[in-house]
């Protein structure tokens, strides 16, 4: 992997921070399937300890997350959007972590939530984050993960009349299994679906399961 690819996509976020939680802090409540899956989560996970929602932009999903009654903290990479997601979502703890260096004990958690946090990663960065995943989960551990489905890198230069520089990429879900299992996640489950129109970026999204093996395993 070459150097820290993150400088750039933490200025980035800083810039849209507050544009993007207008547009999506509030997205869930048009997205049944996503709800669904993390009631699924948040019953495998509700009682085994703390749960990190990981590239948690403005704190949508560990709010629903928290309402579930799971013991969550958001963890993103950029300042502004972790002061959009405070003030959203008081009583939730949020701080600032890089998924390539994660600064959490070994075995902490007992799931995470990555909504989207890999999107705009280089490949060859995804399994450096997902052994550092791996790392931090519990035995047992829960990780779901979602996605966009495709092969392709979008190149923005501006969203919201707001200058970025930044690559959106896409993936095959079995891709990303494969990456998972050379991580040494067992995957458990692929759930695709169509966009939802008029709601987001009109792509198809993939939803993945995967868990840390117990050690007798």
Sequence with gaps: MSEDPTKTIREDYDRLAEQYAIHVAGELQHKPLDRELLDRF????????????????????????????????????????????????????????????????????????????????????????????????????????????????????????LKISMNFLFFQPAEIRHSLEQAGFVVEEIVERDPYPDVEYPSRRAYIFASKKRCAD
């Design 42 to 161: 948040a019953a495998r996970i509700r009682e085994q300890g703390e749960v990190c929602d990981m590239g948690c932009g403005p704190g949508h999903v560990a709010r629903y997350l928290h309402d579930a009654g799971v013991n969550v903290f958001g963890l993103d990479l950029s300042p502004s959007m972790l002061e959009q997601a405070r003030k959203l979502n008081p009583g939730i703890p949020f701080r600032e972590g890089n998924m390539l260096n994660l600064d959490l004990p070994e075995g902490m958690l007992a799931g995470i939530a990555a909504f989207y946090a890999i999107v705009n990663l280089p490949k060859d960065s995804l399994p450096v984050v997902f052994q550092r995943m791996l790392t931090v989960l519990q035995p047992a551990g829960v990780l779901l993960l979602a996605f966009h489905v495709g092969d392709q890198i979008l190149k923005e230069d501006e969203l919201w009349g």
